[in-house]
């Protein structure tokens, strides 16, 4: 089993949907949660972290995070075309320690 | 303020060669990493450094590959002897605190003919 397990999608959604984006992990050890977002060609852009359970929201974005099922979600409210991008979760163990991330959801936000 | 930057931002070299990628991190970040990340591939760590050491090089492919920060600032990444395999983007990121993230740059797209 992988640490980190993401739906590759792609998931495709009519502009203004709400969307959610999910990723499991198997390690406990994990205590800090990111969400990254990553343009063709470009470098991954740090949407969100945090690292207790529960919700997060910074304007249209939402984590959250339910450690006792080893769970996390992003939710995107009134989703626009240029919210079309791959995005993945990425998790820490602590300290400096690197990240795990998972393969990426890819997002299609249509017209 | 400046983010990570990397160069070169595209890199084709011949199978053999040895090629330097290098980062420019975020100033006053103290942490810095490298991943590679393939088609079809997800985010592959390659090595960390804390200032100027390196406590986690454990992603390292091969001992082709090697890296080295000067001045807690720029950090160079090192190809030796070139694959057809090592073609990929290498991704610099650099970070301020634990679990705020860490700042990616742009990457460097390696292509090894």
């Known amino acids: 089993q992988k640490e980190v397990e993401q739906d590759p999608g792609p998931l495709s959604v009519p502009e203004g949907a709400i969307v959610s984006l999910n990723c499991t992990y198997s390690n406990s050890a994990f205590q800090y949660f990111m969400w990254y977002r990553q343009y063709s060609r470009k470098g991954p852009e740090l949407l969100m972290y945090t690292y207790s359970s529960g919700n997060k929201e910074d304007g249209r974005f939402t984590a959250q995070v339910d450690k006792s099922s080893k769970y996390i979600s992003l939710f995107i409210r009134d989703s626009q075309p240029s919210d079309s991008a791959t995005y993945l979760c990425?998790?820490?163990?602590?300290?400096?320690?690197?990240?795990?991330f998972g393969k990426g959801t890819m997002l299609l936000v249509s017209p | 303020g400046a983010g990570v930057s990397q160069s070169p931002s595209n890199k084709v070299t011949e199978k053999g060669k040895d090629v330097e990628l290098r980062c420019d991190p975020i100033s006053g970040h103290t942490a810095l990493y490298w991943y590679r990340q393939s088609l079809g591939q997800g985010l592959e760590f390659l090595i960390y450094?804390?200032?100027?050491?390196?406590?986690?090089k454990s992603g390292l492919p091969s001992d082709r590959f090697s890296a080295e920060r000067t001045g807690g600032s720029v950090s160079t990444l090192t190809i030796q002897r070139t694959q057809q395999e090592d073609s990929a983007v290498y991704l610099c990121?650099?970070?301020?605190?634990?679990?705020?993230?860490?700042?990616f740059g742009p990457g460097t797209r390696l292509t090894v003919t």
């Open positions: 990425a998790l820490a163990k602590g300290g400096y320690s690197t990240l795990t």
């Open positions: 450094f804390q200032g100027n050491s390196a406590p986690d």
């Open positions: 990121a650099s970070g301020p605190n634990p679990g705020q993230g860490q700042y």
